[in-house]
């Protein structure tokens, strides 16, 4: 299992969750976006919609139907009916369900930067998890060693 942290101090998960569901998409994996904020689900379904019109990425909103069709499914709960073997913490919220995907993104901001350490520290004495650290410098997102 790997675990990227995303320190997001440039742009709000709003504009990151779109880049991340669209690689996850090329690569081939379905993804589920995590926020038990309502509105901040509200934010990223527009964002999804809008970000890139060209490139559509097709996505549903839990609780709306055909959740198990969706590529990328946004969603309060972390329960992957859409097959989903990513799944985008875009609360910064760390859950221990995310073990059960081979990858999770914890995006996280200055006001869970002491959440996000801890739990790089408990990912971090676990032998089976990988764990990298990505931040945002110059625009791009780079990890920092």
């Not at 998960?13 to 991340?20: N, R, S, T, W």
């Not at 976006?33 to 490139?55: C, G, H, N, T």
């Not at 329960?79 to 919220?93: C, H, M, R, S, T």
């Not at 930067?113 to 780079?142: L, P, S, V, Y």
Request: with cysteine; proline share 3%; charged share 30%.
């Amino acid at each position: 299992m790997r675990v990227d942290f995303y320190l997001l101090d440039a742009a709000p998960a709003e504009a990151v969750v779109p880049l991340l569901a669209r690689a996850a998409k090329q690569a081939g994996e379905r993804v589920l976006v995590v926020s038990d904020d309502a509105e901040q689900v509200a934010r990223i379904d527009k964002a999804l919609w809008e970000m890139a019109p060209e490139a559509f990425l097709a996505h549903g909103i839990a609780g709306e139907g055909h959740e198990a069709r969706q590529p990328v499914l946004v969603s309060g709960e972390i329960e992957p009916v859409n097959n989903a073997q990513f799944v985008i913490l875009a609360d910064g919220k760390w859950r221990d369900e995310s073990s059960r995907f081979a990858r999770t993104f914890l995006l996280f901001g200055e006001d869970r930067r002491q959440e996000a350490r801890d739990c790089w520290t408990m990912i971090g004495q676990n032998d089976a998890m990988e764990r990298h650290f990505w931040k945002q410098e110059g625009g791009k997102w780079r990890e920092m060693g």
